[in-house]
Structure formats: structure tokens, C-alpha cells
């Protein structure tokens, strides 16, 4: 069975771009997970916006226009929901 996520490429990307950071061992996992909820709900605000133009199939412009709104709602936020479920050892 193959895995969900590329754990190993995922850390590699972090370590790249945050070389500071010291991750814990299930960060890529939790990072994957993130990434799979902006996914969907990118999906669900694009599906909306063809819904409210009476298009039946969800084009490039419905995307875009999905991605804006959901980079201006959440600019300056962190997405902590995975955080959120799990102990505060988890963190340390």
C-alpha cells in the first residue's frame, strides 16, 4: 500500500525553507494534512462560485476566484486545526 504523504520530500521541504526549525517527527504529516483541507476547501468554495453562475462545470476563473477569497480570509493566520487535537506534550 503506498502512503498517504512523501514524508521524506515533505521534510526535506521544510528543512529547505526553514532551516531553524526543529521539527517534531509527525510534522510532515500534519503539514499533509493541512494541505489536503485548503484542498478541499478550495474545491467547495470553487464548486459555490459555479454554483452562483449557474455553471454546471467548475472552471479555472471559479478556482481563482476561490483561492483569493481563502488567501485574503486566512493572510496572516496559521491553519492549527491538526494542532489542535492533540496534547500540549505533543508541542514541546
Known amino acids: 500500500m503506498k502512503r ?8 526535506g521541504l521544510i528543512k529547505k525553507h526553514k532551516p531553524q526549525l526543529r521539527l517534531a517527527t509527525n510534522v510532515d504529516l500534519l ?5 489536503l483541507l485548503f484542498l478541499h476547501r ?3 468554495e470553487a464548486r459555490i462560485n459555479a454554483f452562483e453562475n449557474k ?3 467548475i472552471k479555472l476563473e471559479h478556482v481563482i476566484s ?3 477569497l481563502l488567501v485574503n480570509s486566512h493572510r496572516g493566520h496559521v491553519m492549527l486545526l491538526p494542532l489542535l487535537s492533540l496534547p500540549p506534550s505533543r508541542f514541546l
Open 42 to 44: 478550495l474545491a467547495e
Open 66 to 68: 476561490a483561492a483569493k
Open 4 to 11: 498517504a504523504a512523501p514524508r521524506s520530500t515533505l521534510r
Open 31 to 35: 503539514v499533509h494534512l493541512n494541505f
Open 55 to 57: 455553471s454546471k462545470i
